[in-house]
């Protein structure tokens, strides 16, 4: 039998990180992050994907968080082990060995990655204006972020968040939002125990054939 790491887009690159500082090489799917726009259809995009797995694959590792309800009522034949955080950005700042689903702050945009993986303010604005004309996507844009009064750099020691190019970037879309630009501590912990099989009180580990609700999630 075979495990596989069931990776968001979002995250790819910190999965790679993961198993080479860990020593592990298991198979990697991807998850597009574009569904997580609306997690029913990220749910959809799950089902699929579990579906359409190796019948020898009888662990699944998921380099992701609850993100909105995308593993409501999720249930598969495998075993299924999910970090017990409210979403990427979520487990992105875990940086201590204690159940923390959401250390996000109210009012706070983060940023972490770099690439094309990375999370990209300017690259929601360009996605609006595919959608709608420059007047109307200037309306949803500053709608979207209207209650962001800061834009955090997470720092995870994974890449050199400090770059002159990638600060300068980072400025440049906090001005588009009106924010302040700050830098924030962050880790690679949660997917470093994923993959190297430490599931403790911050992993959700279910068995073949469960239902995965919400309140099972994040209730202890």
Same mark, same amino acid.
């Given at each position: 039998?075979?495990?596989?790491?069931?990776?968001?887009?979002?995250? %790819?690159?910190? /999965?790679?990180?993961?198993?080479?500082?860990?020593?592990?090489?298991?198979?990697?799917?991807?998850?597009?992050?574009?569904?997580?726009?609306?997690?029913?259809?990220?749910?959809?995009?799950?089902?699929?994907?579990?579906?359409?797995?190796?019948?020898? =694959?009888?662990?699944?590792?998921?380099?992701?968080?609850?993100?909105?309800?995308?593993?409501?009522? =999720?249930?598969?034949?495998?075993?299924? /082990?999910?970090?017990?955080?409210?979403?990427?950005?979520?487990?992105?700042?875990?940086?201590?060995?204690?159940?923390?689903?959401?250390?996000?702050?109210?009012? &706070?945009?983060?940023?972490?990655?770099?690439?094309?993986?990375?999370?990209?303010?300017?690259?929601?604005?360009?996605? %609006?204006?595919?959608?709608?004309?420059?007047?109307?996507?200037?309306? =949803?844009?500053?709608?979207?972020?209207? &209650?962001?009064? &800061?834009?955090?750099?997470?720092?995870?020691?994974?890449?050199?968040?400090?770059?002159?190019?990638? /600060?300068?970037?980072?400025?440049?879309?906090? /001005?588009?939002? &009106?924010?302040?630009?700050?830098?924030?501590?962050?880790?690679?912990?949660?997917?470093?125990?994923? =993959?190297?099989?430490?599931?403790?009180?911050?992993?959700?580990?279910?068995?073949?054939?469960?239902?995965?609700?919400?309140?099972?999630?994040?209730?202890?």
């Amino acid at each position: 039998m075979s495990t596989v790491i069931l990776s968001c887009t979002t995250l %790819l690159e910190y /999965v790679q990180k993961a198993q080479e500082s860990c020593g592990t090489s298991y198979p990697v799917v991807e998850l597009d992050r574009k569904y997580h726009a609306e997690p029913s259809r990220m749910r959809e995009h799950i089902l699929k994907t579990l579906a359409g797995l190796p019948s020898d =694959v009888d662990t699944v590792l998921a380099a992701m968080g609850f993100c909105g309800g995308s593993w409501q009522n =999720v249930s598969c034949a495998r075993t299924l /082990v999910i970090p017990r955080a409210a979403d990427c950005v979520a487990l992105a700042l875990v940086t201590r060995e204690r159940y923390s689903p959401d250390l996000k702050e109210p009012g &706070h945009m983060y940023l972490f990655g770099e690439g094309d993986n990375g999370f990209s303010i300017r690259a929601i604005y360009e996605n %609006l204006l595919e959608t709608y004309d420059r007047e109307m996507a200037d309306i =949803v844009f500053d709608m979207y972020f209207e &209650h962001y009064y &800061h834009l955090d750099i997470i720092d995870n020691g994974l890449y050199d968040c400090y770059d002159l190019d990638y /600060v300068e970037q980072a400025q440049e879309d906090a /001005v588009r939002i &009106h924010a302040e630009l700050d830098f924030v501590p962050g880790s690679n912990l949660l997917l470093e125990k994923l =993959v190297s099989g430490q599931w403790d009180s911050q992993f959700f580990v279910v068995p073949p054939n469960t239902t995965i609700t919400q309140e099972k999630f994040f209730n202890l």
